[in-house]
């Protein structure tokens, strides 16, 4: 029982920056119908936004070593200007595009911000050392576990308390659910289309770079591809949860990062190496049996 | 008397079909106007076009002197004309509330949005019982009020309805348009109204318009056109009425 609560813990931390990041995907799929390929690279582009640019092997703490009052919000800052600037040039000359044209253009971006990282920074995996003291186990009654887990957890609930509040009771969250819903409609009342889509993609870049310092200082290497693994199990989190549903995106991360984790755990161990194989084909299973998601979206199905 | 809204030429295609041709309409301040015709005559097009939903190929279209082609819907709306488009279009899984206060929400907080919130909630009783229910559970008569309503909190000079009968039972239409009535009073409104049918037209416009094929066929105030033989010819296109017939004979 104490194994379990164990690896719920840890599923519970995995699941957390799945939906974080899922959240943000799904953000700009609601209102614009991106799905944006490159929202991993702005999570990588936030981790390395921590060192000083160079392509020495050894990295230096350039943000990175600013204490946390500082760097949350300078590395928050990063990548919503990347996000915004993503827009500006790329996707809101695009504009009228369908969404393969948006998704391609997503997958250039991708590619473009990845290259630009390995002319700067190099190939090579680079170790960084954030924030060491979150490494520290702590005890919560029989469990054992580092205090990052708890970080991650809380830094989730805490954001998406934030993302309902703001979409429930602020002005301009109610016009991005009207825009999600039904974008067209939302314009004729008024409702600024590239306002509202840029602040999607602040929210979302906002978003990417929470995940980055969490997944950072997880892992503690800095690679050109580190943020694609997750963006990618945040897309199908998306699509497990219900594409277009918030709700959804969050549901379909922790259900994600429960999967994965608990394959790990109770596998067979001759079979653990396989866990992938096994995480996706459960998820097929879930979209067999609800093509449209866990939690179905009406205004996509019901557009008229 | 200078027209509230003019439309010189208007022209719109959809690839190589064209749904408007040389459309020139106009609607002077404290109007009701209706255009009717069949089904894909253009009329949603044609208020598409002056909403900025869809680019014309050619024409002009003035509110209060002021060109619209060109402009995006946004700043259309802010004009002070509000578009209730066809098929109601209400925020689902926005809250009556929400929908109501989207009206408000794109200009600067005032004390008049609640006053405003009010006297809509007193114009339509059923909206304020389900303030805080999802759009989407309404039922499309309600639905259809809470677009009106929506349009109303704008505060818009003109409102242009798109088939506001489509899909109502007849007893609601004629609800609807009771309300449109006393909301033309009430808020001194200019109203431009498309309608299939032109039964109802006829109790309600000041002007008709006749829109078949893309191309007006027909205007007259409804006082004029009141024993419907005219409209009949140009909706159904079974003859060439010249503009103003008046009444046969």
């Given amino acids: ?304 | 008397m200078v027209a509230m809204l003019t439309v010189e030429g208007l022209s719109v295609n959809y690839g190589r079909l064209a749904a408007l041709r040389e459309v020139s309409i106009h609607v002077d301040p404290g109007e009701l106007v209706c255009i009717v015709g069949p089904n894909g005559a253009g009329k949603s097009s044609l208020m598409n076009a002056i909403a900025g939903g869809v680019a014309p190929r050619a024409g002009s279209a003035k509110f209060e002197n002021k060109e619209l082609v060109g402009m995006r819907p946004e700043h259309i709306a802010r004009l002070g004309m509000s578009l209730v488009p066809e098929g109601r279009q209400v925020f689902s899984t926005l809250t009556v509330e929400e929908n109501l206060r989207l009206g408000t929400l794109i200009r600067r907080r005032s004390p008049d949005d609640e006053l405003r919130l009010a006297r809509i909630m007193r114009h339509f009783p059923r909206l304020n019982e389900r303030r805080n229910a999802p759009a989407g559970t309404l039922s499309g008569g309600e639905q259809q009020m809470l677009v009106i309503g929506r349009a109303l909190m704008t505060q818009p000079r003109l409102v242009m309805v798109d088939e506001p009968s489509l899909g109502l039972a007849p007893m609601i239409v004629d609800q609807v348009y009771e309300i449109l009535r006393d909301l033309r009073q009430a808020e001194g409104l200019t109203l431009l109204i498309n309608e299939q049918s032109s039964k109802r037209v006829l109790k309600y416009a000041d002007r008709i318009y006749v829109l078949r094929g893309g191309v007006i066929r027909l205007e007259d105030s409804a006082e004029n056109l009141q024993d419907g033989a005219a409209i009949v010819q140009a909706y159904f296109g079974f003859a060439r009425p010249a503009a103003n017939a008046g009444l046969p004979a």
Wanted: hydrophobic share 60%; aromatic share 8%.
């Fill in chain 1, 1 to 304: 029982m104490i194994g379990f609560l164990q690896n719920l813990l840890d599923a519970l931390s995995l699941g957390s920056l799945y939906a974080l990041a899922a959240l943000g995907i799904g953000l700009l799929f609601g209102i614009l119908r991106l799905v944006n390929f490159a929202h991993g690279d702005f999570i990588t582009l936030g981790a390395y936004a921590l060192i000083v640019p160079s392509s020495a092997d050894i990295a230096t703490l350039l943000i990175g070593g600013w204490t946390w009052v500082a760097l949350v919000p300078a590395v928050v800052v990063i990548v919503v200007v990347v996000a915004l600037v993503s827009d500006a040039l790329i996707f809101r000359p695009l504009r009228t595009g369908s969404a393969p044209t948006l998704m391609t253009a997503s997958f250039a971006l991708s590619f473009i911000i990845q290259n630009g990282i390995l002319m700067i920074y190099g190939a090579r995996p680079k170790a960084i050392n954030l924030w060491s003291g979150l490494s520290d186990q702590v005890q919560i009654g029989p469990l054992t576990t580092p205090k990052l887990d708890l970080v991650v957890i809380g830094v989730t609930i805490l954001l998406m308390l934030l993302l309902t509040f703001f979409l429930k009771r602020t002005r301009y969250g109610i016009q991005m659910r009207a825009a999600a819903e039904n974008f067209r409609m939302a314009r004729h009342l008024g409702v600024d289309a590239n306002f509202v889509i840029g602040l999607a993609f602040a929210i979302s870049g906002g978003l990417a770079a929470t995940v980055s310092l969490l997944f950072v200082s997880q892992t503690g290497t800095l690679t050109q591809t580190m943020g694609q693994p997750i963006a990618l199990f945040a897309f199908i989190a998306t699509v497990v949860g219900g594409m277009g549903s918030l709700v959804g995106a969050v549901v379909g991360g922790f259900a994600v990062g429960i999967i994965v984790v608990m394959l790990q755990a109770y596998l067979p161990p001759d079979l653990r190496s396989f866990r992938d194989a096994f995480a996706f084909g459960l998820i097929i299973l879930v979209l067999v049996a609800r093509p449209s998601g866990l939690i179905p979206t009406r205004g996509l199905a019901e557009r008229v």
